[in-house]
Nanobody
Framework: QVQVVESGGGLVQAGGSLRLSCAAS????????VDWYRQPPGKQRELVAA???????QYSNSVKGRFTISRDHAKNMVYLQMTNLKPEDTAVYYC????????????WGQGTQVTVSS
């Protein structure tokens, strides 16, 4: 099993910053990649940022230069630092852990709400 728990969402004014945290751990699998997705109201879930076990990162074009994904391997934590937030960043943010074993497994956190007011 894999445990995924997000925290750190909230309400912030445009131009502000927030840091989301994801506690991802497993006694069964080795966690390698961890992703952050978001789902704006009435829209589909979309990939925001991803980080590999070697700390390589990738970002969606909409957040590149404003968001930073990082991880603390010792603490089994992944962070999403969000700066210069815009109203269009308003969404429920989910931490996602893909596991590749006999097949692919996808583990999701419960989500954390980020609301950016204009």
């Amino acid at each position: 099993q894999v445990q995924v728990v997000e925290s750190g969402g909230g309400l912030v004014q445009a131009g502000g910053s927030l840091r989301l945290s994801c506690a991802a751990s497993s006694s069964t699998f080795s966690i390698k990649a961890v992703d952050w997705y978001r789902q704006p109201p009435g829209k589909q879930r979309e990939l925001v940022a991803a980080i590999t076990v070697g700390d390589s990162t990738q970002y969606s074009n909409s957040v590149k230069g404003r968001f930073t994904i990082s991880r603390d391997h010792a603490k089994n934590m992944v962070y999403l630092q969000m700066t210069n937030l815009k109203p269009e960043d308003t969404a429920v943010y989910y931490c996602h852990v893909p596991i590749f074993s006999d097949r692919r497994y996808d583990y999701w956190g419960q989500g954390t709400q980020v609301t950016v007011s204009s």
